[in-house]
T-cell receptor, first 112, second 115 residues
């Protein structure tokens, strides 16, 4: 059983397109996150949700819109994709804020 | 503000040698500290964590780390490296509760293991 899953694993698209990444966790956790890993492997928080409520929006452009239909799912929609959005996006979940986080396998987004 | 610094972006050891990956943190409150490992094209896997209590923490795959408040350090060690330990290692500190519990990562250390 995969604890935190993401789809798709790879996403190649052109500038200006809109795309979505889906995340699901079956751990029963209350808190979910999106992180961005850049080409230098640096990881940075983007969003945090707790019980479907947005807790953190870490100065992410408005083109990025997370949505949490229920506490097991956190999706990421990106409008008007730019070259600089190319990165690996990781979803994670934790039992509560401050607890250890469990990561999904990542989605490698390439914008051409 | 909290921060994490990992000393050395690349560390190379011989198989069977001691592994030491350095991590220093900055936090205005008692920190929760974590080490994660990332194998190529995979997600992050939790190696070990420190929250409270015993300062020497044991994790998976034979790794351990010691929390030293006076030195603001949380270095990761393993007595004997295996080829399978080659990966990227990240140290992280957990943000305050009112920061949503986000993880603040160091820049990562790539560990190479020579036969």
């Amino acid at each position: 059983d995969t604890a935190v899953s993401q789809t798709p694993k790879y996403l190649v698209t052109q500038m200006g397109n809109d795309k979505s990444i889906k995340c699901e966790q079956n751990l029963g956790h209350d808190t979910m996150y999106w992180y961005k890993q850049d080409s230098k492997k640096f990881l940075k928080i983007m969003f945090s949700y707790n019980n479907k409520e947005l807790i953190i929006n870490e100065t992410v452009p408005n083109r990025f819109s997370p949505k949490s239909p229920d506490k097991a799912h956190l999706n990421l929609h990106i409008n008007s994709l730019e070259l600089g959005d190319s990165a690996v996006y990781f979803c994670a979940s934790s039992q509560a804020r401050g607890y250890e986080q469990y990561f999904g396998p990542g989605t490698r987004l390439t914008v051409t | 503000a909290q921060s994490v610094t990992q000393l050395g972006s690349h560390v190379s050891v011989s198989e069977g040698a001691l592994v030491l990956l350095r991590c220093n943190y900055s936090s205005s409150v008692p920190p929760y500290l974590f080490w994660y490992v990332q194998y190529p094209n995979q997600g992050l896997q939790l190696l070990l964590k420190y929250t409270t209590g015993a300062t020497l923490v044991k994790g998976i795959n034979g790794f351990e780390a010691e929390f030293k408040k006076s030195e603001t350090s949380f270095h990761l060690t393993k007595p004997s490296a295996h080829m399978s330990d080659a990966a990227e290692y990240f140290c992280a500190v957990s943000g305050h509760y009112n920061q949503g519990g986000k993880l603040i990562f160091g820049q990562g250390t790539e560990l190479s293991v020579k036969p």
